[in-house]
């Protein structure tokens, strides 16, 4: 059974970063796609970024150039490192795979 794990969020002031990680078990991250989603209460889940199996990398245009996907292959972790915050970036964060149930998600605050 392959399970995601996301940590890292937290509290920070605008213009401020965080790194947000997603531990995986059960599954190589070396053949799985993995995706970072958000939500806001009230609100849909709304696609982040991926990284696919071959590398490549997409964004939503909302954290184009801000946010960058990444991945530690010996630690089965994949992290989203997130720059430039804005208090619009405040949501639940989740990293997803066709492969795994949604995850509990990491609170990321961003505060004016």
């Known amino acids: 059974q392959v399970q995601l794990v996301e940590s890292g969020g937290g509290l920070v002031q605008a213009g401020g970063s965080l790194r947000l990680s997603c531990v995986v078990s059960?599954?190589?991250?070396?053949?799985?796609?993995i995706d970072w989603y958000r939500q806001v209460p009230g609100k849909q889940r709304e696609f982040v970024a991926t990284?696919?199996?071959?590398?490549?990398?997409k964004y939503a245009d909302s954290v184009k150039g801000r946010f960058t996907i990444s991945r530690d292959n010996a630690k089965n972790t994949v992290y989203l490192q997130m720059n430039s915050l804005k208090p619009e970036d405040t949501a639940v964060y989740y990293c997803?795979?066709?492969?795994?149930?949604w995850g509990q998600g990491t609170q990321v605050t961003v505060s004016s």
């Open positions: 997803h795979s066709t492969f795994a149930s």
């Open positions: 059960g599954r190589s991250i070396r053949d799985m796609g």
């Open positions: 990284r696919l199996s071959g590398g490549i990398t």
